[in-house]
Nanobody, 119 residues
Framework: QVQLVESGGGLVQPGGSLRLSCAASGSIFSINGMGWYRQAPGKQRELVAVITTGGSTNYTDSMKGRFTISRDNAKNTVYLQMNSLKPEDTAVYYC?????????????WGQGTQVTVSS
């Protein structure tokens, strides 16, 4: 069994910053891609950013230049540094990881962490 645990969400004023973390634990042989997604009230879940084992990244256009995804492979952890936050960034942020647990590759999700941008 694999668990993803997110942390770092909260309330921040417009223009502020937050850093999210997501640590994977459990029966992990290898992790491939890791990423962050978000879901605002009444909207579908959308991609924020993804990162490969080698560090290649991909961002949704509206987050480029403001958000930075990174990972620590030794700690099975992915981070999301969010700067210049806007009210429209308010959402539940979920991390995702493609994990090989010894039998097959499988996609896992964290429980989500709330980010609220408001004055």
């Amino acid at each position: 069994q694999v668990q993803l645990v997110e942390s770092g969400g909260g309330l921040v004023q417009p223009g502020g910053s937050l850093r999210l973390s997501c640590a994977a634990s459990g029966s992990i042989f290898s992790i491939n891609g890791m990423g962050w997604y978000r879901q605002a009230p009444g909207k579908q879940r959308e991609l924020v950013a993804v990162i490969t084992t080698g560090g290649s990244t991909n961002y949704t256009d509206s987050m480029k230049g403001r958000f930075t995804i990174s990972r620590d492979n030794a700690k099975n952890t992915v981070y999301l540094q969010m700067n210049s936050l806007k009210p429209e960034d308010t959402a539940v942020y979920y991390c995702n990881a493609e994990v090989y647990g010894g039998i097959r590759w499988r996609s896992y999700w964290g429980q989500g962490t709330q980010v609220t941008v408001s004055s």
